[in-house]
């Protein structure tokens, strides 16, 4: 039985996200959606709501679960009993980040292995910043999240009424 464990913000979660966790979970057997509760960031959703959201949008995958996190990604993944870390890499910019967080991760934890997908081309420029920035001036987010985040995001800027 192969467990992973896919971490992220998810704030709020894009078809970017959507698009991996797809993938993942055909990959693995089972994979567990973790998403960080930072206390040192204030986050637009709060962690319960991006909970309640993943469940929404990937409820009808069987074998992924959405959970929430505090501390090191480690010491989660081994309470999950998970052994591969799940991460995007969109381009050359996420590259070196990652790597070093791959790493560190398994300095700190023998025998913890990242896996990197690679996004899907139709997805590769979309991040949840981007997302947001854009939300906040009431454009069009449509083409980078599902309607349900799309109005609950415009709901967050203040447009209830949906996009002006
Ligand atoms: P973090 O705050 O940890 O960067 P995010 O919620 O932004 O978390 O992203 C979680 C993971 O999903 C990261 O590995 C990130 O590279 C990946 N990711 C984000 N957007 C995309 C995308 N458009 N395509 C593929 N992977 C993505």
């Given at each position: ?102 790493q560190t991760n398994s300095v700190l934890r023998k025998g913890v292995d990242t896996v990197f997908l690679t ?12 997302v947001k920035e854009v939300a906040s001036y009431g454009g069009d987010i449509s083409k980078f999240v599902p ?18």
């Amino acid at each position: 039985m192969k467990r992973a464990i896919y971490p992220g913000s998810f704030d709020p979660v894009t078809y970017g996200h959507i698009d991996i966790v797809k993938r993942a979970s055909e990959i693995f057997d089972e994979l567990i959606v973790a998403v960080l509760n930072n206390k040192a960031k204030t986050p637009l959703f709060s962690v319960d709501e991006r909970v309640n959201i993943l469940n929404e949008v990937l409820g009808g995958l069987d074998n992924v679960r959405i959970v929430s996190y505090e501390g090191l990604l480690v010491d989660f993944a081994e309470e999950m009993d998970a052994g591969v870390i799940v991460r995007g890499l969109r381009a050359v910019t996420d590259f070196e980040y990652e790597l070093q967080l791959a790493q560190t991760n398994s300095v700190l934890r023998k025998g913890v292995d990242t896996v990197f997908l690679t996004t899907s081309l139709k997805y590769a420029y979309l991040s949840s910043s981007t997302v947001k920035e854009v939300a906040s001036y009431g454009g069009d987010i449509s083409k980078f999240v599902p309607p349900v985040v799309e109005k609950l995001t415009y709901e967050k800027y203040g447009f209830n009424e949906g996009r002006v």
